[in-house]
């Protein structure tokens, strides 16, 4: 495992291109943290998903 200047200290992080980590943190540009829940975005991404089908 690299040691990337991203990890939140856990020595686990594993952050792909987006800066997205598997534990659900995202990269703000200057810390890890959790990204605010776009309702909207949730909603919209439900609803392409169903007319999808």
Do not use: F
Not at 16 to 38: F, V
């Amino acid at each position: 495992m690299t040691n990337d200047p991203r990890c939140c200290g856990t020595d686990t992080c594993m952050i792909n291109a987006e800066g997205q980590c598997w534990c659900g943190q995202q990269w703000d540009g200057e810390k890890m943290c959790h990204p605010s829940l776009d309702q909207k975005a949730v909603e919209d991404k439900a609803k392409d998903d169903e007319e999808a089908q």
